[in-house]
């Protein structure tokens, strides 16, 4: 079995339940094209799951995508996406070679998990970073109804937590 050595990623300010998170536009990729969207955009339709991963490609983007596609996620009342720092092209391959119904904004820049105070230095890559594993689940407000973060790596979502949320509604 792989073995990995545990990291304290230590505490993250990232918005909590109650607050508005900023809006951003950045291409928006599903299985078929992209374009740019924003969040206000696909709040303006109800309640938006953003999924915050490591690079496409990664163990944990993998398990994570993988699970929510196998959990059912795109079934809720509530559009999932997520959000990394992998290219439009990056991203096409991926829900491409994974069969995910999910569409993924592309920030190669980290700029937007910067914004949710959830962006992560990678070890000796001096100027790279990537999103911490998180997950906030927003109203068409874009008020935070539940949010989770990742103090360690590796670590997993709290999947059952946030479906109890998705499911209260």
């Given at each position: 079995m792989m073995e990995f050595d545990v990291v304290d990623l230590g505490p993250a300010d990232h918005p909590e339940p109650g607050d508005e998170v900023p809006d951003f536009t950045r291409p928006l990729v599903t299985d078929e094209f992209w374009e740019d969207r924003s969040l206000s955009e696909l709040t303006a339709d109800g309640r938006v799951v953003l999924v915050f991963t490591p690079m496409d490609g990664t163990f944990l983007a993998q398990y994570t995508w993988d699970e929510l596609r196998d959990r059912g996620w795109d079934e809720y009342d509530a559009t999932v996406v997520g959000v990394t720092i992998s290219t439009p092209y990056v991203h096409s391959?991926?829900?491409?070679?994974?069969?995910?119904?999910?569409?993924?904004?592309?920030?190669?820049?980290?700029?937007?998990?910067?914004?949710?105070?959830?962006?992560?230095?990678?070890?000796?890559?001096?100027?790279?970073?990537e999103p911490r594993l998180a997950i906030f689940v927003v109203d068409e407000d874009r008020v935070v109804e539940d949010a989770w973060v990742t103090t360690e790596w590796p670590e997993f979502l709290a999947y059952d937590e946030i479906e109890a949320t998705l499911e209260s509604a």
């Open positions: 391959r991926f829900i491409d070679d994974r069969d995910l119904p999910f569409a993924l904004f592309a920030d190669p820049t980290n700029e937007v998990a910067d914004a949710y105070g959830i962006a992560h230095d990678l070890d000796d890559m001096t100027g790279v970073s």
